[in-house]
């Protein structure tokens, strides 16, 4: 009788092969959906979602551009799993202001700085509307897939970004480096540039041979050098 009061405990209490199969079963899947939910599924809705795993430039985002701000940075509104989670035809990207707060990352791209555009008084750099303009017409509304390394001062997310064109995938701030849109950062750290820094200063070298954009000026200054002469110590 004893041997058939519970079938799955044997007569020294050690549980049955099958109850300990199907228990790891349970708990893998459990485990399996909470890694695939953190990969897949949860959204990272803002720099504060970023923790340092996401920042070993081994991960992308996928998302849309929601605003271009800067020259050289822009609004991001993660859609993880894209559109087979529903996004962009059951699930919706919200478009205003007041519905993105608090919803977007603020990405700065890798490897390029754009002419300064005039913040608190002080005077645009030239080119700096051109600039903004080429990133809007660029990556605005667009699918973009982003490369995470770190979040800067600003509590920016210092980052790649690759945008789906015709041609193919192509990397933004080689693109803005490319056409003379920005220049290759000056003074910063390795890190900050993936592995592209020698591709980087490759095609910034090609554009200031063919004078494209910036380089196109007669008295080009850099943005450091621009921000050394008009805001001093700010
Ligand atoms: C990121 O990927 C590279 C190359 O695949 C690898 O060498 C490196 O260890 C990875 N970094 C982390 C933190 O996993
Ligand atoms: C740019 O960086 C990525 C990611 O680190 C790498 O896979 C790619 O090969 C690099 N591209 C070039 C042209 O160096
Ligand atoms: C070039 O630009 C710098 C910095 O803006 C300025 O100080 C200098 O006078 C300019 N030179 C000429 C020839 O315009």
Redesign the pocket.
């Known amino acids: 009788m004893s041997d058939k009061s519970d079938s799955n405990v044997d007569s020294v209490g050690v549980l049955h092969p099958k109850v300990l199969l199907l228990s790891a079963g349970v708990s893998g899947s459990i485990i399996f959906g909470y890694r695939f939910y953190g990969r897949y599924v949860r959204r990272i809705r803002t720099y504060l979602d970023l923790t340092p795993k996401y920042l070993d430039g081994n991960r992308s985002l996928y998302g849309r551009v929601t605003r271009v701000g800067d020259g050289d940075n822009f609004r991001f509104y993660h859609t993880p799993g894209g559109i087979f989670m529903g996004w962009g035809w059951l699930r919706p990207i919200p478009t205003t202001r007041a519905d993105l707060k608090d919803q977007t990352l603020m990405i700065r791209l890798c490897g390029v700085d754009a002419p300064e555009r005039a913040h608190f008084g002080k005077p645009a750099q030239p080119h700096s509307e051109e600039a903004l303009q080429w990133l809007t017409d660029y990556v605005m509304d667009r699918k973009v897939r982003v490369t995470p390394y770190s979040i800067d001062q600003y509590k920016r997310v210092v980052a790649r970004a690759q945008v789906w064109k015709w041609t193919g995938r192509k990397d933004v701030s080689a693109e803005m480096i490319r056409n003379g849109v920005g220049i290759v950062y000056e003074a910063r750290t390795g890190a900050e540039f993936g592995d592209n820094e020698s591709w980087y200063r490759k095609l910034e070298s090609r554009a200031k041979k063919f004078k494209r954009g910036v380089w196109g000026l007669k008295?080009m200054?850099t943005p450091g050098?621009?921000k050394k002469?008009h805001y001093r110590g700010e």
């Open positions: 008295n200054t050098e621009f002469v």
